[in-house]
């Protein structure tokens, strides 16, 4: 698989956030040795947050070896069932729903119109839209829930992995010891040499609840390096939202495989 198939999808993801954010949140608090893995995975639960419609405006900035772009876009979401998001002037439209991912830009008069299959075969892992819904709220991509996981020794964020790592990756998910949102969440695949690396910069409050202010996902294969850093300047929760979205005629199927 080449890099640039890599770069395509994720910058489709990367465009994949009525209550205004209020705050950037901040923690010094310490890690509590005295914590099970039991406890950090409960008290994380907690933290899931409960919405029926999203609607921001996010600053996407995207860099892949000494290229780089950035572009603000408003995203619109309604939990558990569609993501949506659109360029300035409709240049761009992503929309993403619980059994498709699809994609036009104006640009190059191209479009995407497929499932999570490709994205399953890239990661090594199965991909569906809970786990990239969860990648933009600040939550688990697996269910801490439904595998044995134990803590290693850290000094700023408990550090949770498998007991038994899976054969095809590993998984590790960094846990703030203040409010327990994730301070990041990786995705190794040694004999692959891929990596993907998802860190979550800042926090802020938005209706007594935590949203992710600032996220960069980063991407290795072999040598090569993606960066997406995505700036969530405001969110609005619960007002109405459209999702309107349809792929102009004469456009171009874009191949990824």
Not at 93 to 112: G, P
């Amino acid at each position: 698989m080449r890099l640039y198939k890599l770069s395509v999808l994720l910058l489709i993801l990367g465009l994949s956030v009525g209550c205004r954010s209020t705050k950037t949140l901040t923690s010094d608090a310490v890690i509590d040795k005295s914590m099970t893995t039991k406890q950090i995975i409960r008290e994380n639960g907690k933290q899931d947050v409960r919405f029926k419609t999203l609607q921001a405006k996010v600053r996407i900035d995207y860099t892949e070896g000494n290229k780089a772009n950035g572009t603000t876009v408003t995203l619109r979401m309604e939990k558990d069932k569609t993501i949506w998001m659109s360029a300035p002037l409709g240049m761009a439209r992503v929309m993403i729903t619980q059994d498709s991912v699809r994609f036009y830009e104006k640009l190059n008069n191209q479009y995407f119109d497929g499932d999570f299959s490709l994205l399953t075969k890239i990661l090594g892992t199965d991909i569906d839209f809970e786990k990239i819904q969860n990648i933009f709220l600040g939550e688990p991509i697996f269910d801490l829930k439904a595998d044995t996981y134990v803590t290693a020794p850290n000094d700023s964020s408990y550090v949770l992995h498998p007991k038994d790592q899976r054969a095809m990756f590993e998984l590790f998910f960094l846990i703030n010891p203040g409010f327990f949102k994730l301070d990041s969440q990786q995705l190794y695949q040694p004999l692959e040499k891929r990596m993907l690396q998802i860190d979550y910069k800042k926090y802020q409050e938005v209706s007594k609840q935590i949203f992710p202010e600032n996220i960069r996902i980063i991407a290795v294969e072999k040598n090569d390096e993606i960066i997406i850093d995505l700036d969530f300047k405001s969110i609005y929760l619960n007002g109405e939202v459209r999702f309107p979205f349809t792929i102009p005629s004469g456009y171009k199927e874009i191949e990824l495989e």
